[in-house]
């Protein structure tokens, strides 16, 4: 029997992966001085919308304005104190009102930029171009950290001077994430064909390949890809109405499924170690100690992200390892018995990223993506109420927590030698990785049983060129896109390709392995199991 019970956290965990979707954003950088004597400064990262504002390019053509520190949250003009805000720079704290309210009330009080602090600086300020006509000031995030250092460190008394470097030509990040993302699959596809390789050997003992199919495996036939894809659309719409407690939820699972997939890929390494094999005895159970130390470290490195998830500085680390373990097991576990179910998984969901990122804003009331309100948070991508984008409230419930649901690594901002920004973050979706990786999963353990290599390696191939035509539209589009629009075509157009090129097309659209092992129970041979096993080897 299927382990249909494992089918809903399956779900919910791969769904994670279609949550993909980047602001338009541009890097500044605050120069801010005190008057003492040496003149001290130090420099703070923002985060602004190229589309309203311009800013200069260099310190050197920009303004110097006072900073006005503001304890009120500026909804009201009676929060303007009394010496005024003309000609100056005004800091405010996320208040209940939307930020585009406080930009009128600074500008109406002669405000040259108004600089909203909050918890993170992954989304800038989004809306509709038209909604600020009237406003002329500069808009731009910053953290509360930030703003607290900056007095701590200049005093009360501070200057500043806002400014934008040039982005660099070159994008780093998107080579990071190609080379997580090509090595991810790759190597969950040829692990995947390692545990089939081990399912082969033990194909004489049906008590301990049924056992083991059960605990490693999870197979997916067409209705049940059906059923999964459904689920995700419901867990969709669940996340975008009850968000702000379900992002918790999914926090958890994320640490305990993450956990568990990173002991998964480093038990088998730990295990081809010839030495430290001690044991302890509890019970009737025994445990090999290096074991249990693997199990507290991945335990340990679950709960530290956890704890420091928010920190812009150095928690993607964990963060990108953690989900790289992810992926790996998920790719590994997760089994297509052929290619059609492939193709009925890869289509169903690559219509299901399209539908809610680009179908969704002319449902919605607000006119934004479920997509992008599920990924971003109300934090990132700001609530909206009647069509008025509106800040959402500073609420003890954290509503800047974001879903665990992407590779990300940051563009880093290099100004007089010094890391400022490390903002925005340059992302990729689980799913981007998991769903394609199944697909190659599938034609590695295609290819052990017709004794080749071509599927495999063809189909990792197809998935990196998908990714470089992604980073080639996200670069010619200046938005995120839906990389499953550009990965499904290649994996799966590539597969039937190979296939009719060999003349397999019926075989890897049935399958192989799965009715081996049916006709296995059904009473086959020993003697054809052994001719198959010394196929395979050669």
Known sequence: MRPKRRLLPAAAALLW??????TAAQEGIIHAYGNGTPLPSKDYCMLYNPYWT??????????????????????????????????????????TCEFLEKAKIAQKGGAKALLVANGSLQFPPTGNKSEFQDVNLLIAFMTNKDLRDMHQTLGNNISVKLYSPPRPKFDYTMVVIFIIAVSSVALGGYWSGVSELEDMKAVTNTEERETKKKED?????????????VGCCVIMILLYFFYKWLVYVMISIFCLASSMSLYNC????????????????????SFEVRLLFIAAFCISLAVVWAVFRNDDRWAWILQDLLGMAFCLNLIKTLKLPNFKAC?????????????????????????ESIMIEVAAGPFGS???????????????????????????????????????????????????IIVPGLLVAYCRRFDIHVGSSIYYVSCVIAYAVGMVLTFIVLILMKQGQPALLYLVPCTLITVVIVAWRR?????????????????LDSGASEENVTTDQQTVRQ
Not at 343 to 367: C, E, Q, S
Request: proline share 7%.
């Open 17 to 22: 992966g279609f949550l993909l979707r980047m």
């Open 54 to 95: 311009t800013l200069p390019t260099t310190i050197e053509n920009a303004t110097s304005f006072s900073l006005e520190n503001l304890t009120t949250p500026l909804c009201n003009l009676s929060d303007i104190p009394s010496p005024g805000i003309t000609n100056k720079v005004v800091a405010v704290s996320w208040g």
């Open 217 to 229: 495996s999870l197979t997916f036939t067409p209705l049940t890809v059906i059923i999964f894809v």
């Open 266 to 285: 480093l038990a088998p390494l730990i295990g081809k170690i010839p030495c430290g094999r001690c044991r302890i005895v509890c019970g009737s159970k």
């Open 343 to 367: 193709v009925i998984l890869l289509v169903l969901l690559l219509i299901y990223d399209v539908f809610f990122v680009f179908i969704t804003p002319f449902i919605t009331k607000n006119g």
């Open 382 to 432: 700001n609530e909206k109420n009647g069509g008025n984008l509106v800040e959402a409230t500073a609420q003890p419930s954290a509503p800047h927590e974001k879903l665990p649901v992407v590779i990300k690594v940051p563009r880093l901002i290099y100004f007089s030698a010094m890391s400022v920004c490390l903002a925005p973050v340059s992302i990729l979706g689980f799913g981007d």
């Open 503 to 519: 003349k397999e097309v019926k075989k890897i659209w049935k399958g192989t392995s799965y009715q081996m092992m049916e006709n």
